[in-house]
């Protein structure tokens, strides 16, 4: 047996030679991993950068064009689109329409950029008056099965617009199935569901409700969004998903979550997606502002900790950042 002296100067001697080390590295990231969130809203030569996540911008068609240019120089060749429309209504109606702001904006990418893989967020918050994820009864609680039946209506209509993967984060339950049976019918069914399979009802969304005006009007979403404080239901709610016909899973935030995300990976073989949130975002580029930290080295090293954790798809507002360091 090797006694304990042994074992150190051993890992010690393959630490020693940097060449070595980055051989020996166990985890990885790579620009392919990255998918980078896009805001699309009305108008003409719109780029409205929010005070909350400097650099994020909410952008007018034309300007989302030149940004898929600039991000397929950089390497980036996902992204996921969130429409922010001028008018909305107690059941969110615009999402409802081939003329949406979302449709019209997906179509624009994919005749452009046909290769640009395409996700689009799937849900009615940023679409509906009260800012909450689907339609609501008579005491102000979202209508799970009437909500469901909206869904897979707007799933069907991205699809149809083009979209490569419909990601549905509306929490609702039943509604990754509502959706596959919903394309499939309708012959799309090479269209991928990325679920927000396990989203928290977190504080780390903060600055998201700012660029893409969905903070709900009254009361909040922890009546369909997860409790922080459980485990075994977190990894559950991915599982049910995953019956149900989600092609990846997530898990949203990441930051406060990385035990969830390895639980979910030792569960499923689907891939897992992370979605590192706009509250992480603005946290980090404040510390960068304040001089507090060696913001490139330690904006590596959360990416690191989210693939070692099993992390096969990031979502982040630092993708291009990320592109630029690797």
């Given at each position: ?66 940004e898929c240019e600039n991000l ?74 009437k909500t469901l039946e909206i ?176």
């Amino acid at each position: 047996m090797m006694n304990e002296g042994v074992v150190v100067v051993r890992l010690r001697r393959l630490r020693k030679n940097e060449n070595i080390r980055n051989m020996l590295q166990e985890s990885r990231i790579q620009i392919s991993d990255f998918v980078y969130p896009l805001f699309v809203v009305e108008g003409n030569n719109v780029k409205n950068e929010i005070k909350s996540m400097p650099d994020v911008y909410q952008m007018s068609i034309d300007n989302i064009l030149q940004e898929c240019e600039n991000l397929r120089n950089l390497g980036i060749s996902h992204i996921i689109l969130f429409g922010i429309p001028a008018i909305k209504d107690s059941i969110g109606s615009s999402a409802l329409s081939d003329k949406s702001i979302i449709s019209r904006a997906v179509r624009a990418i994919k005749e452009r950029f046909n290769d640009m893989v395409v996700s689009v967020d799937l849900c009615f918050c940023e679409y509906t008056d009260h800012g909450h994820c689907g339609i609501l009864d008579s005491n102000g609680d979202v209508n799970n099965d009437k909500t469901l039946e909206i869904l897979a209506r707007q799933a069907v209509i991205l699809a149809d617009s083009g979209a490569d993967i419909i990601a549905p984060s509306a929490m609702m339950d039943g509604q990754i199935r509502a959706i596959r049976d919903s394309l499939d019918a309708n012959k799309f069914i090479n269209t991928l569901i990325m679920s927000y399979s396990t989203k928290f009802a977190s504080a780390f969304y903060g600055p998201f409700r700012d660029v893409a005006d969905s903070a709900p009007s009254f009361g909040d979403r922890k009546t369909y969004q997860q409790n922080p404080a459980n485990r075994n239901e977190a990894i559950r709610e991915s599982l049910i998903d995953e019956d149900e016909g989600a092609d990846i899973l997530m898990v949203k935030p990441v930051l406060s979550y990385l035990d969830i995300v390895r639980d979910i990976k030792e569960n499923s073989l689907l891939p897992l997606a992370v979605y590192n949130v706009s509250g992480e975002y603005a946290m980090l580029r404040a510390a960068k502002n304040a001089g507090l930290i060696d913001y490139d080295r330690t904006l590596l090293e959360m990416m690191i900790s989210f693939k070692r954790a099993g992390a096969d798809i990031i979502i982040s507002y630092h993708a291009k950042e990320i592109a630029n360091l690797i």
